[in-house]
């Protein structure tokens, strides 16, 4: 079983930058596919992005396109997400996890998830 460990997480101002950082136990099979995902104080859990080890494809929310970049060192096993422009809205704990399937990565579904960090936005 892959475990994940985030951290990055913080305090900022609104237009900010902060990196998150997902380190991974392990690069496997069922953890081809790693993502972020985040979730807000009374609000649903959202995908952010995601990314394949292998071919390192990715893939964002309509949230996250033009300020978020996801990558990955694979030689770290290390997925990072570089966070821009961060608004009040950004503010939530953010959550990696990894799958096999992006499907269940963008779902939410994933069979790996870290504890979180959290982000805080100022205005």
């Known amino acids: 079983q892959v475990q994940l460990v985030e951290s990055g997480g913080g305090l900022v101002q609104a237009g900010g930058s902060l990196r998150l950082s997902c380190a991974a136990s392990a690069r496997t099979f069922s953890s081809a596919v790693m993502g972020w995902f985040r979730q807000a104080p009374g609000k649903e859990r959202e995908f952010v992005s995601a990314?394949?080890?292998?071919?390192?494809?990715?893939y964002y929310a309509d949230s996250a396109k033009g300020r978020f970049t996801i990558s990955r060192d694979n030689a770290k096993n290390m997925v990072y997400l570089q966070m821009n422009d961060l608004k009040p809205e950004d503010t939530a704990v953010y959550y990696c996890?990894?799958?096999?399937?992006?499907?269940?990565?963008?779902?939410?579904?994933?069979?790996?998830w870290g504890q979180g960090t959290q982000v805080t936005v100022s205005s």
């Open positions: 996890n990894a799958d096999q399937l992006l499907r269940k990565i963008v779902a939410g579904t994933g069979a790996t």
């Open positions: 990314i394949r080890w292998s071919s390192g494809g990715t």
